[in-house]
């Protein structure tokens, strides 16, 4: 009798020569050679402990209990011993703390990035919790008040388990997600605590990922006898959440969790802000540009993880290829097979090599290297990367559950997860479409997608510089048509400016 063999657990590591060719080019030699056993020690991770932890986190999803036997609101939210261990995972390895180290200089950014890449596609969406960790971070160096960014920092970027703290992000509200100036919080001035200023928070934020987390970054309208309307009147907040086991949240109720179609470990609620207190970060009215700081990190991981989940995705079709036969030969052996196995590999290759572009570009900016002119090509590469990423991450998906053929479309072959959890990817961090228009904004405002798309010209015209000369008379037309192309969009009229956006990004 016929039994099929399942697909095998490739160690995304060991198996990834992209990866290790990208590696040899971005990184320098003796920083290669020093982060290169953490690399191997994830790769083995990927087929072993992560991938039981991703399974077990998955199948134990988290449940919000409102109350305790005695009738008292605790509002817990119960997750998975496995997704305890994704955090411990996380810290120990450093997956925040490497994009801080500062022995490695502009390369933390691309030493961090792998070790992201290697972990996100097994992570069961933990990655989702680091990279507003890694974000909030950011956020609090370059604007909190010195006791406020003292007292966390330590805790969201340390190794040890023990210490390592999360952060959430809360934006969304009922009336809007993309257009946040439409947000009703309400800040009240409190008191004041050292170089702290505190208010008290009172809203519903209606999407909060990470909900487990110590503290989060919000946005809220301050009201001081009267309220600005409009994102102009939204500021940044800081709240440390506080809770006491079997106590509730101070001034925080889980309304419920989100029940997605993906993500199934990653706890999402709804919330009440009832009078918690948070502390203002930065300048009042400057909400939206600063917690922009956050979303630049944020969509760079966003990009991480759709190229981790396309390699997941790659390595798994490609192995199951070697296990199924069909008209005679191993899947792998049929040439059309073979070329669609190609095809993916390819594009999974591509998206490495676009992520550790943006990750080498903020890692420069972040330590100080960067030039203007790469400064300007980040601000439009985040965004671009993001949603260029997140698309292909959906359609490898769907290419690789074809691969399995109908066992594809079997929930416990573990298939249909890698669909569904790309698909979130298009939505969170700003949907295909916001974004197409911030890199509009980020033109209009400094040249930033001119600025990338000559640099690219730039680099292709280099690396075609040995090959048939008609190939670069193509190329260079095909760059002159996408700069007027830009151009000729950003004169139109706004209605058919904000039209064009798509075809654009
Ligand atoms: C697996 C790992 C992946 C990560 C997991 C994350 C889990 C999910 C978490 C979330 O989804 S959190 C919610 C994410 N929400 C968004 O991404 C919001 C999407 N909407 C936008 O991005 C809108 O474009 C925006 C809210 C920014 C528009 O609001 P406005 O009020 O029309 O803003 P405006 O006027 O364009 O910009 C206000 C200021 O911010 C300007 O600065 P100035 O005041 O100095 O002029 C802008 O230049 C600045 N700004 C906006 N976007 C920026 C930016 N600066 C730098 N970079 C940007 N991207
Ligand atoms: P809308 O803004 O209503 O968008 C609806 C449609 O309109 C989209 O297709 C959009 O592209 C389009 N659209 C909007 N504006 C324009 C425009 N100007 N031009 C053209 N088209 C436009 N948010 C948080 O703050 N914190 C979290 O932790 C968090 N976690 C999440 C977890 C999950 C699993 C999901 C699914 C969402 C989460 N979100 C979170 C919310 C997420 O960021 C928002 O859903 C997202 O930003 C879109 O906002 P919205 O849902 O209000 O959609």
């Known amino acids: 009798m016929f039994f099929q063999e399942p697909p095998g657990r490739p160690d995304l590591y060991a198996s990834d020569e992209p990866l290790h060719a990208l590696l040899r080019r971005r990184l320098p030699p003796g920083v290669l050679q020093e982060i290169r056993p953490q690399y191997e020690a994830l790769g083995r991770a990927t087929s072993g402990e992560l991938w039981d932890w991703m399974i077990r986190a998955e199948a134990e999803p988290p449940v919000h209990v409102p109350y305790d036997p005695w009738g008292r609101r605790v509002d817990e939210i119960r997750t998975s011993p496995a997704w305890e261990e994704l955090r411990k995972f996380s810290a120990r390895h450093g997956l925040v703390a490497t994009g801080y180290d500062e022995r490695l200089g502009e390369h933390r950014r691309v030493a961090q990035a792998v070790l992201l890449y290697l972990f996100s596609g097994t992570s069961a969406t933990y990655s989702c919790p680091l990279a507003m960790t890694d974000a909030a971070t950011r956020v609090l160096l370059d604007l909190a008040p010195g006791d406020l960014r003292d007292r966390l920092v330590a805790g969201l970027t340390s190794r040890d388990p023990d210490r390592f703290i999360t952060s959430g992000q809360w934006m969304t509200e009922r009336t809007g997600g993309s257009d946040v100036g439409n947000s009703e919080t309400i800040a009240r001035p409190s008191r004041l605590v050292g170089d702290e200023r505190r208010y008290t928070l009172h809203g519903v934020k209606w999407f909060t990922s990470a909900t487990t987390s110590e503290m989060a970054l919000t946005l809220a309208r301050i009201d001081d006898g009267g309220t600005t309307p409009g994102s102009r009147g939204l500021s940044l907040f800081c709240v440390e959440i506080g809770r006491e086991p079997g106590r509730g949240w101070n001034g925080i109720q889980v309304n419920r969790l989100k029940d997605k179609l993906g993500t199934k470990a990653l706890p999402t609620a709804e919330l009440t802000l009832d009078g918690v207190e948070a502390t203002l970060i930065g300048e009042p009215?400057?909400?939206?540009?600063?917690?922009?700081?956050?979303?630049?990190?944020?969509?760079?991981?966003?990009?991480?993880?759709?190229?981790?989940?396309?390699?997941?995705?790659?390595?798994?079709?490609?192995?199951?290829?070697?296990?199924?036969?069909?008209?005679?030969?191993?899947?792998?052996?049929?040439?059309?097979?073979?070329?669609?196995?190609?095809?993916?590999?390819?594009?999974?290759?591509?998206?490495?090599?676009?992520?550790?572009?943006?990750?080498?570009?903020?890692?420069?900016?972040?330590?100080?290297?960067?030039?203007?002119?790469?400064?300007?090509?980040?601000?439009?590469?985040?965004?671009?990367?993001?949603?260029?990423?997140?698309?292909?991450?959906?359609?490898?998906?769907?290419?690789?559950?074809?691969?399995?053929?109908?066992?594809?479309y079997v929930e416990d072959t573990g298939m249909p997860r890698l669909l569904r959890d790309a698909q979130v990817l298009t939505i969170w961090e700003g949907t295909t479409n916001v974004l197409s228009l911030d890199v509009l904004r980020a033109e209009a405002r400094e040249g930033a997608f001119t600025a990338l798309v000559q640099d690219l010209a730039a680099r292709a015209e280099r690396s075609y510089a040995n090959v048939a000369p008609g190939d670069l008379a193509t190329l260079r037309a095909g760059v002159r048509s996408l700069i007027a192309q830009v151009k000729t969009n950003m004169s139109r009229g706004e209605a058919a400016m904000q039209a064009g956006a798509r075809k654009i990004a």
Do not use: W
């Open 285 to 408: 009215g400057r909400g939206v540009a600063n917690i922009s700081g956050m979303l630049n990190v944020t969509r760079l991981y966003n990009a991480i993880a759709s190229a981790s989940g396309i390699r997941r995705a790659c390595a798994l079709a490609r192995d199951y290829a070697t296990r199924r036969s069909a008209f005679g030969a191993r899947l792998i052996d049929l040439p059309l097979h073979q070329t669609t196995l190609d095809d993916m590999d390819a594009e999974a290759a591509a998206v490495l090599a676009l992520v550790l572009e943006g990750a080498a570009l903020l890692g420069r900016t972040e330590a100080g290297t960067a030039t203007e002119a790469e400064r300007r090509r980040l601000r439009a590469l985040i965004p671009i990367a993001k949603l260029t990423t997140a698309k292909q991450a959906v359609s490898i998906a769907s290419e690789a559950l074809e691969c399995f053929g109908g066992a594809g």
